[in-house]
Structures are given as structure tokens and as C-alpha cells.
């Protein structure tokens, strides 16, 4: 499965300014970042902050204790343009991330997922090629029917932005829209 | 690495075309809108959500792509206070603190709509082309989740994107909001042609 897609190479280095007040940043864990994924053991935390039309798809083994949560853009690695960074797409960072929990001492059969996120945050778009969201809850469903992990809980869709914790402690995923917290 | 020379020419024509839009919006509220000198940023598309202050801030963003000759996307961004001030003036009445209703939806679509228009006139006219924007679509969301829409289109067209950034000042001071401009490459490709000839 690994052939199919480059593993992330050294990101180049950006040219971006940052500023301001950081706070959130500061949210005890590990920050998965637009288009990144990342594995870690349990008790570690794992946090998307600002999921829009992006997908927070968790990934975890309870037993073996690792899990990992993508932060995935876009829906499919055949559609994209960039065919580099795999991780941007649903679809290929569940296979690289089931890799790498599997490398980790996940076992496959014991895998379960849980996603948040893929809203429609503009009012105008009508056209199902600009819902980006919708088709990227579509394609993260979809492969992970393929890939045989059982989807335990999903909130996506709406219009709101969420930002997402993933527990691998427990396998508890707490999403925040707004004022509103829920756990799934 | 992009060309100092297209870098150059992108932020002055930010500067021009929001100087035009600020004129356009001044007109249309009859109070004082003014423009910063515009910035560009060059980052990959999936940096671009965490490239400006900070991402859980609430915002009133309207988002526009453009049409004609060559794409790209516009977005113009506003706190929730000032979103509802423009309003107020846009609409003569006096302002009161709220959440935006779906007047204040349509009124703030209707400013970036301006502003769009004016600002992609401005590009336009320095390309000898025609650009005009789609009809405007308003959000109001946490800032990195508004930005992620724009980048996941703008990755249709190109991972490397160029950002130009303009900050809109109410009164002469006060930091109203934010405009961005992401041109598509066939967009920068036009430009880099006119800056070559001028």
C-alpha cells in the first residue's frame, strides 16, 4: 500500500508570518496541522484546531494503545493535483495512518474510526463540485469501509467549523462548534 | 522561488486594487475607509489556514471567486463588530452590538461584493483583460476554518500559493478587516507578462 504515495518529505520552508495571540496553541497535545496526520501512543492527546470543509478522521486500537487522527483537505488522492503530500487527501491518509499504527502494534482487525468535520461553510455554493466538505466525509466513509475499520461516530456536515480533540486514552473524540461541545 | 520582480508587482497591485475598493466602499457608507500597504505571503496551499493570527478567532469572512480571462479567489474578512458597523452605515441606521442576521448576511455580501468588483477592475485593467466575481457567499466561522475553504479550492490549481494581503482601516486607524487576494497561476502568468513589458 506504501508505493502508491511519497510518505510527507521535509516540508519546505514557508514563508509565513505568524503573529498574534496563540493561546489556543497552547491546548495540551498534539496539534495535527491541515493536510497532516498524526500516530502517537496513548494517554496523548490529539488536536485539530478550525476544521472548516476538512475532515478530522481518528483512527485508534484501544488494546495496543496507539491511534492517530488526519486532518485531510481534500478527498481523493487520484482527483488531487499534488501528488506528493498523500496526507493532504481522505483517502490516502487512512491508508498511510493504518500503516503506521500497524507498524506501531495496532492490529488491523481491532481498528475502530470516528470522524468530525467536513462542513459547508459558505452560504452561496450550490454545486456539489465546490462542496468540498460533503465529498470529503464521503470519501473518508468510503474508505474506510473499503479498509474494513468500523466508523463508531460521526458529526459532519452543517455549517459550522469545529475544532476536535481525539483521546487515545479512552478513544473519546470531543468536538467544539462554536458554544457547542459534544463528545462522540 | 518567485520572481522579486512579480512579488513587487503583486503587492502594488494590491495596493491599487484595494485602494480602489476602499474608495468604492467609502463612497457607498460615506465614512472613511482606508487601506494599509498590502503584504504577500508565499506558502504552500495547506499552510495558509495558519498563516494569520489567530485561527480559532471568530470572523465574518465573504468569499468570491473570479471569472473571465483567469481565476483565483477573493476574500474579504471582518470581526463580527465591525461586519455589523458597515451595515448599519451601509442601511443609515444606528448600530447596535448583535449577532449577524440574515440581512446583516446579505448587506455584508453585497460590500464584498463592491470591493470585489472594484479590486479585480483594478487587476484587470493593469492585464488588459476582463475579470468579474462570482456572487459572493458569506461565513461566519472560526478564521482557520474559513481559510481552509479557500485553500482547498485553490489547490485545484497550485500547492504554491501566492497571498496577497491587505489590511482595511476604518476611521484611519482602527483595523476593520482584512482583504486577501489568492490569483491562480494563470492570473500571476498575465501579470508577470505586463511587469516584463512595463
Excluded at chain 1, 465546490?130 to 479498509?147: C, D, Q
Amino acid at each position: 500500500m506504501d508505493a502508491r504515495f511519497e510518505r510527507e518529505g521535509a516540508a519546505s520552508a514557508a514563508v509565513v508570518p505568524r503573529q498574534g495571540d496563540r493561546s489556543l496553541r497552547q491546548l495540551d497535545g498534539v496539534h495535527v496541522g491541515v493536510g497532516e496526520y498524526r500516530v502517537v501512543h496513548s494517554p496523548e492527546r490529539l488536536i485539530s484546531i478550525g476544521l472548516g470543509s476538512c475532515v478530522g478522521i481518528a483512527i485508534f486500537d484501544l488494546q495496543a494503545q496507539v491511534g492517530g487522527l488526519a486532518h485531510a483537505m481534500l478527498p481523493r488522492y487520484e482527483e488531487g493535483r499534488d501528488k506528493v503530500n498523500a496526507s493532504k487527501y481522505a483517502d490516502s491518509s487512512i491508508m498511510l495512518m493504518v500503516d503506521e499504527l500497524v507498524e506501531m502494534g495496532a492490529t488491523k482487525g481491532r481498528l475502530k474510526a470516528k470522524m468530525a468535520g467536513g462542513a459547508q461553510m459558505f452560504s452561496f455554493i450550490s454545486s456539489d463540485a465546490l462542496n468540498i466538505g460533503l465529498r470529503n466525509s464521503e470519501a473518508a466513509r468510503a474508505t474506510l469501509k473499503a479498509e474494513r475499520i468500523p466508523l463508531l461516530a460521526e458529526d459532519v456536515g452543517g455549517t459550522k467549523g469545529r475544532t476536535v480533540t481525539f483521546s487515545t486514552a479512552d478513544g473519546s473524540y470531543r468536538i467544539q462548534k462554536g458554544t457547542e461541545v459534544m463528545e462522540i | 522561488m518567485p520572481d522579486p520582480i512579480l512579488l513587487d508587482g503583486l503587492r502594488e497591485i494590491g495596493n491599487i486594487g484595494a485602494a480602489h475598493a476602499t474608495t468604492a466602499l467609502s463612497k457607498l457608507i460615506g465614512r472613511d475607509i482606508t487601506v494599509e500597504v498590502s503584504e504577500h505571503y508565499v506558502c504552500e496551499t495547506h499552510q495558509l489556514p495558519d498563516a494569520l493570527d489567530d485561527p480559532e478567532q471568530q470572523v465574518v469572512a465573504v468569499y468570491l471567486e473570479t471569472h473571465g480571462a483567469a481565476k483565483g479567489g477573493i476574500m474579504l474578512m471582518f470581526t463580527q463588530d465591525m461586519a455589523t458597523r458597515l451595515v448599519d452605515l451601509l442601511l443609515s441606521r444606528p448600530h447596535t452590538a448583535r449577532e449577524l442576521d440574515e440581512v446583516d448576511r446579505d448587506a455584508i455580501c453585497e460590500v464584498g461584493n463592491i470591493c470585489a468588483s472594484a479590486y479585480l477592475g483594478a487587476v484587470a485593467k493593469f492585464c488588459g483583460t476582463v475579470l468579474v466575481p462570482s456572487p459572493p457567499g458569506v461565513a461566519v466561522d472560526m478564521l482557520h476554518a474559513v481559510l481552509q475553504y479557500a485553500a482547498a479550492l485553490a489547490e485545484a490549481d497550485t500547492s504554491d500559493l501566492m497571498v496577497v494581503r491587505t489590511q482595511i482601516l476604518y476611521g484611519g486607524s482602527i483595523c476593520a478587516g482584512f482583504m486577501l487576494y489568492l490569483p491562480d497561476r494563470e492570473t500571476l502568468r498575465l501579470l508577470d507578462e505586463k511587469f516584463k513589458t512595463v
